[in-house]
């Protein structure tokens, strides 16, 4: 079996960017909803104020659901020859650097980390990871993310 | 409230019981935005990508591992949440999440702990696994 | 001496423990009455030849060996006492490399390789050998796996009994408080990558699961 990875490798160095997008209270609310979250500085805006808060905050992985704003480029990936499919979701690093608020304006900024094949029980992967960090209107970097996926020949 | 000198190596957070429902993942679904029906939310798509059943969004399991930390250490400690997603999860079926002190450290200034977790089904599946690092406070 | 023969650090892709904390949870196990010696750390697809453990083992009371997990054709296999003559024939990223090969390449230059978790589904020796492929060169398997789903272990330890393979115990530690979770009970004492190549040749070892490495253990290794 070859294995040779073939991609657009011109992409690593790249940055790719969104926004700014307003992160809404029904957001904030409803992601909180999602996962069963019902700390009242996630839910209600009073409480978050009276917690010293500008308005409600977001659950730390919140800027999850927000990283697919950035449109990623195809990286053609080939692996053996031939194209690959699927696009599995393998795992996630979230890492929160500042509270993220209602009312709060995010620009993402995501590039390409890694590329690299691995076998397991479910035959041979590639694994793309991407990078994304997230800035709120006052340039202040909020979270960094970092998002595995897995492709197959 | 929770102080870095309350913690030892060893200690257990949780569990948390809880389970996804269909609904649940709908409209999570909805609020990342990500167009249903799709393999989180229809069983014949799930089928497509080989799965039993519709699974629970990765970020979405995520998330609800994050509250057990944010439960236990306080809203705005956890720092760091680092997690591979190792099978897939159902709906309607019981998770565990639970998590383990693994190192407590002092770094750049912080009370740092850190902890394994872990998402886990009925018959001991593993779902999710990860690491993640909290800050806390000192007694004052 | 009991050793951990299987985990991954940071230096693998999946992992998220450093090896000081793998050595710090082996104190926090030594309190609970368990006893352990030493571990292997068993990187996925290389070799790190530029770490160094040895202050980190001084300094916690563990020895620290290096190895090396390798994808290849017919499963995952585990490779002790790297050589560099070994990584100079093998390329240990290569995904697909022959197993066959790499098992005769490893004896060639000092080492030894071990299938890892042979009862895996999907990708566990027990699989290709089902499918009618031979390996004989295999002597010792990964008997007891730390990360094994249920009944791979089982399994492993039907493929045992089947074609009279030896069988050694580790981890598949990729998270720090996972470490240690199943071990091998060497006869020999063991300090360095050599010394563990020449106790698996000397077939004095057996898997146990951690809660049976106390100092009053008499268990054989029981499957759970």
């Known amino acids: 079996m070859a294995t040779e990875l073939d991609y657009d490798r011109s992409l690593h160095g790249i ?47 919140f800027c999850t659901i927000m990283v697919h704003r950035v449109e990623l480029p195809d990286i053609n990936l080939k692996f053996g020859g031939k194209p690959t499919g699927g696009g599995m979701h393998a795992g996630q ?16 900024s995501s590039h390409l980390k890694d590329v690299y094949p691995k076998t397991g029980r479910t035959g041979t992967m590639v694994f793309i990871v991407w990078e994304t960090t997230f ?18 020949g | 409230m929770l102080y870095f000198e309350d913690v030892e190596l060893g200690d257990e957070i949780g569990p948390l019981e809880t389970e996804a429902t269909d609904a649940g993942v709908l409209e999570f679904c909805e609020v990342w935005a ?8 229809d069983q014949a798509i799930a089928e497509q990508s080989n799965l ?34 190792r099978q897939p999860v159902p709906h309607h079926k019981p998770i565990t999440i639970a998590a383990t002190v693994t190192d407590t450290r002092q770094e750049d200034g912080e009370n740092v702990v850190e902890c394994d977790i872990m998402m886990t089904g009925a018959e001991g599946e593993r779902y999710v696994g990860g690491k993640a690092i909290i800050a806390l406070p000192s007694k004052p | 001496m009991y050793l951990d023969m299987h985990s991954h650090s940071v230096s693998s ?8 904390q793998y050595l710090k949870w082996i104190q926090v196990l030594r309190k609970r009455g368990h006893v352990i010696d ?53 390329d240990f990223s290569n995904v697909a490399m022959d197993t066959r090969e790499l098992l005769k390449a490893a004896r060639q230059h000092g080492a030894y390789a071990v299938p890892a978790h042979p009862g895996r589904f999907g990708i566990g020796l027990t699989e290709y050998i089902q499918q009618g492929e031979i390996f004989d060169d295999v002597r010792i398997v990964e008997r007891l796996n730390g990360g094994s789903r249920k009944g791979e272990n089982e399994r492993a330890w039907e493929l045992c ?5 030896l069988g050694v115990g580790g981890s598949d530690a990729h998270l720090t408080s996972h470490i240690c979770v199943c071990l091998t009970k060497f006869e020999a004492s063991i300090k360095t990558e050599h010394e563990l190549v020449d106790a698996l040749l000397s077939e004095q070892f057996k898997p146990v699961w951690l809660e049976d490495a106390t100092n009053n253990s008499t268990s054989e290794g029981i499957i759970k």
């Open chain 1, 93 to 108: 690093r979230v890492q929160s650097r500042a509270p993220i608020m209602a009312g709060d304006k995010l620009t993402a």
């Open chain 3, 161 to 165: 009994d089947d074609k009279g393979y």
């Open chain 3, 13 to 20: 892709d999946d992992s998220r423990a450093t090896v000081e």
């Open chain 2, 34 to 41: 990500n167009r249903t029906p799709n393999r989180f939310t």
């Open chain 3, 38 to 90: 030493g571990i292997v750390l068993t990187e996925h697809r290389k070799f790190d030849y530029d770490k160094d453990y040895s202050a980190l083992a001084s300094q916690y009371d563990v020895v620290v060996l290096k190895g090396s997990e390798l994808d290849t054709r017919y499963g995952h296999v585990l490779v002790y006492g790297v050589t560099e003559p070994l990584t100079n024939d093998i």
């Open chain 1, 15 to 61: 940055e790719h960017e969104a926004g700014p997008f307003e992160v809404t209270e029904s957001q904030i609310q409803a992601f909180s909803r999602g996962i069963a979250e019902t700390n009242p500085i996630y839910t209600d805006a009073a409480a978050a104020k009276s917690q010293g808060f500008q308005n409600i905050v977001a659950p730390p992985t």
């Open chain 1, 135 to 152: 800035r709120n209107q006052d340039g202040m970097v909020v979270a960094d993310v970092q998002e595995s996926f897995i492709r197959r």
């Open chain 2, 52 to 85: 039993p059943g519709p699974i629970v969004p990765g970020i979405m399991s995520m998330g609800m591992m994050a509250r057990l930390l944010t439960d236990w250490a306080g809203a705005e400690s956890l720092k760091d949440l680092d997690v591979v997603f």
